[in-house]
């Protein structure tokens, strides 16, 4: 008999998640993670409001900043501020390391058995069971297994859901996490007219199919860059050129806390359930190709998946896990497929950035459609039909080049 309903590998934000559910779900639970937490996670760390309600506890510890909105910068220096009037959904920021670190504690406070430090090098499926081995050589039994070990996931190249992530369908990122104080965080990302509440900057055109930003935490930014991998050949020169001028038009000399480079998904993988097994969060390539953001999908895959595991060990029957792959498609993924088209689009070239950015700057609702994207007032579907229209009729020529 396997030793476990469930083994979930990867700690973040879709395993944690998946872990504690799974638990809560009344199944016995082992996850595993390379990492001793707290660990570092290359991130922004922009959270949606839609995450607060996803969790089931409160996150208000690991909060840095409110924020009621985004400046967008456009590829001719512009600033396009989109603030919605009413805030009623804010963002928020957080330092990954804290956030991920409570994520896991709440998987292992319900009752998942957690091991860190335990790095899996070999995943083995048989008719009845998984086993797992680890790289201190420790092997462990279950009946089902949840991929949740990010864009290299081993679990997915191990048992064949794919065989990596083609350069187009990837994006390479930096990320600095810069000291510089809380004033100046509030200098540079706060909200003009004096509501406390800051903003997400975005800075176009300076990276292909791809931007820069600025995103602040209590005393330190957040300032990275990423764009699709089979766009750039050198990230790291084009980044630290551009962060030169960012520290040059600040007046601000940092101190570094860590800076690291990282890729993520843009595309779902085609197959994330096979035989005793599924996929969740970046190993299952649910981020959204047009903003990154990966932590809300992560979060909600780690349910859904919880939920099918449940059902497969209380039938006995792997092909339950099949409605994971469903209820994903229903939801997730036709949200992230509006992203990938919104991308595709204003990534495509200098003259549709402008474009878009010029809408933007003129047209109130266009501003408001951008704002409402950050809490999730809106959904990604809602906002491109709205955009859409709204392009159509205040400037219809435009509108039809973009697809040209
Ligand atoms: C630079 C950058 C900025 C981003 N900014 C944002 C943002 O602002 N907002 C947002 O929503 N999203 C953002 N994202 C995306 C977000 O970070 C991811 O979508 C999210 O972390 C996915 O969570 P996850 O749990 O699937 O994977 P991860 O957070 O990557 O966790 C995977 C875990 O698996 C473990 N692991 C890996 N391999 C193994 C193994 N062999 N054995 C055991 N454990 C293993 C790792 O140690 C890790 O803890 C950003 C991504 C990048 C790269």
Known sequence: MAEYDVIVVGGGPAGATAARKSVQNGLNVLLLDKATFPRNKPCAGGLKDFVLELLDFDISSVIHRKIS???????????????PEDRSKPGWTVMREDFDH????????????????????????????????CMDGNSYTSNYLVGADGINSIVAKQLGFYKGW????????IEIEAEVGSEKVKEICGEPGGYDAELLLLYFGDFPHGYAWCFPKKTVLSVGACCRQDKVTNIRAGYDAWFERFKKAHDIEPKILSDSASRFPLRPAETIVKGRSLLIGDAAGLVDAFTGEGIPEAI??????ADAVKDAVRGDNPQTLKSYEKQCQKTIQSELKVSQSLANVFFKNAKNMDILCRFFRDDPYARYLIAASIGGLLSQKEIKKKMTFRMMKTMPKDALSLYM
């Open 166 to 173: 083609r350069k187009d369908s990837a994006s390479v990122a």
């Open 102 to 133: 409570l994520l896991l504690k709440k998987a292992s406070e319900a009752g998942a058995v957690v091991k860190e430090g335990a790095e899996v090098m070999d995943v083995q499926e048989s008719a009845r069971e998984i086993t797992v081995t």
């Open 69 to 83: 909105g985004v400046a967008l910068f456009a590829p001719e220096g512009y600033r396009v501020d989109c603030i």
């Open 300 to 305: 909600e895959s780690g349910i859904f998946a």
